[in-house]
């Protein structure tokens, strides 16, 4: 079983279209999170979402927005694409103990590809 | 501002021995990561060091100098499915991976 799954793992769009990204654990995670990975393969963090609050990376524009309905599931919605949002898109998850993350597991990654 | 820093790019032959460094600079340390991504998949854990020392796990060790804002990931008998981008990430005090660019190994027969 898959612990980390992402879909899809391909999305190809035109420029000003809205998209979403969606993301499921089955690890029993308490904390999920969207990272940025451009074509210079640096990760980014965008959001960290657990049990208790959604904690929002300033320097993500507001046309994405993280969507949770439960601790096994955090979807990442994406309004009025733009060409620089061209990347993959990686989902993960770990658990926290006492305020302490542990290890991160990875999504295979979404690559998301705007025209 | 915080940053991590790794080479670029780095080049081993199978069967020899490579070393990566990682130097950081965090506001507050709560333990080192290192990930391996190959081309076109996720990132997946290899080692988290949080005292300093080595860790040795199987092929790989990684060892942490916390004094010296330093480490490094010791690949030993290098296969060539080892080719990879090696990921140093560090846990600052708010509990927040910082990521460092990655290393791109090649490994030549």
């Known amino acids: 079983d898959t612990a980390v799954s992402q879909t899809p793992k391909y999305l190809v769009t035109q420029m000003g279209n809205d998209k979403s990204i969606k993301c499921e654990q089955n690890?029993?995670?308490?904390?999920m999170y969207w990272y940025k990975q451009d074509s210079k393969k640096f990760l980014k963090i965008m959001f960290s979402?657990?049990?208790?609050?959604?904690?929002i990376n300033e320097t993500v524009p507001n046309r994405f927005s993280p969507k949770s309905p439960d601790k096994a599931h955090l979807n990442l919605h994406i309004n009025s694409l733009e060409l620089g949002d061209s990347a993959v898109y990686f989902c993960a998850s770990s658990q926290e103990r006492a305020g302490v993350t542990d290890t991160q597991y990875f999504g295979p990654g979404t690559r998301l590809t705007v025209l | 501002g915080q940053n991590i820093d790794q080479p670029t790019e780095m080049t081993a032959t199978e069967g020899a021995i490579v070393q990566i460094n990682c130097t950081y600079q965090t506001s507050g340390f709560n333990g080192l990561f290192w990930y391996q991504q190959h081309a076109g998949e996720a990132p997946t854990f290899l080692s988290y060091?949080?005292l300093d020392g080595l860790e040795e796990k199987g092929r790989f060790s990684s060892f942490l100098s916390r004094s010296k804002g330093y480490s490094y990931l010791l690949l030993k008998e290098l296969q060539m499915k080892d080719s990879a981008s090696y990921l140093c990430?560090?846990?600052?005090?708010?509990?927040?991976?910082?990521w460092g660019a990655g290393t791109k190994l090649i490994i030549k027969p």
């Open positions: 990430a560090v846990m600052d005090s708010n509990y927040q991976l910082i």
């Open positions: 060091n949080v």
């Open positions: 979402y657990n049990n208790k609050e959604l904690i």
């Open positions: 690890l029993g995670h308490d904390t």
